[in-house]
């Protein structure tokens, strides 16, 4: 829009009543969802306009630079043993990343759970490869977002997920990641009950939000994981497993046993009556595994199993999905 009939617009917007604002407001928000990329990125340049800092060696003697072949701002610090160019994303996952119009409308997919080929369904207009490099720059960003001490009531557990190399052309390069036959995709693992075909992960979470999870390389490493994680006073709820007990010891906590009735489908038709009322502030691994209820069917569900290498990202997508504006926190966090 030119200069003129934009300020025109504005001083008009001065005299809107009320119930035009709130119009106005509605408006204006539906334009940003739409163009979140690029309006994120116009917030940043002009964040780093003012603040003029280097991300290499965060001087600030920081000067701009001309413009890129997309249009974006190019700066350059004069600092001695710098002087390197940059731009709003140097750094960042999304630095070499293109089509900014299409991220606000590609992170709203995500935040829907959808898998690549249900985005690539929505039309977006990117193909099957670029869908999948930028969940992976995106959730790179929400990975291993860790909180770093839990406290209060803490409830954890552990939850399995089968050893999986899926995309990895070992088997037909004749270099198998693992000595066996590859797996039709939706088989599960081939052995029944624990072993090393089942990657373990703890999950920890406390009252205050606060969430800790971790690939165990082994599903007696809980202690040596959950160490330094858990603050002195705490709470710690678990099934009663030898590591947990300890971390809690070593942490000055104390630690909860919950013993986790297992209802069978016979034993259930055996109760006449109804149940007693779950009693209000009871310990219990209710949330923990709800949230392990929840990262399955993203994982095992709508995504038909991911690689064992990518789980922590989609830990990290479960995670910001959760949380409130996710679409936006996202990417607010991939351009940190
Ligand atoms: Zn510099």
Known sequence: MEFQRFEALKTAIRTASPDQVLDLEILIQAVVSEQLGAVSLARRTQALVQSRTCPHCKGTDVVLHGKDMDGRQRFRCRAVDCRRTFNILTGTPMARARKPEKWGRYLGCMN?????????????????????????????????????????????????????????????????????????????????????????VLTALDTGGGIYEAI?????????????????????????????????VKAGAEHRRVVVTTVTSSAAKAIVGPTKPRRKGRLGLGRVNAHHGQIKVLVNGRCRGVATKYLGNYFGWHGAMVKEAAGTALLDRSLL
Not at 136 to 153: E, I, M, Q, W, Y
């Open 112 to 200: 829907d759970h959808l898998s690549v080929r249900r985005i690539m369904e929505t039309r977006i207009g990117l193909n099957h490869k670029t869908i999948w490099r930028w969940r992976h720059r995106f959730l790179k960003a929400a990975a291993n977002d860790n909180t770093p001490v839990l406290s209060g009531v803490i409830e954890a557990d552990e939850t399995f997920f089968v050893r999986s190399f899926k995309g990895d052309r070992g088997w037909k390069k004749g270099r198998p990641p693992e000595l066996r036959a590859a797996r039709p995709s939706g088989w599960g693992a081939l052995t029944r009950g624990l072993s090393h075909a089942q990657v373990p």
């Open 216 to 248: 165990l390389g082994s599903r007696y490493a809980i202690a040596e994981a959950l160490e330094g994680r858990i603050a002195a006073g705490s709470v710690l709820c678990s099934d009663g497993q030898q590591g947990y007990v300890k971390a809690a």
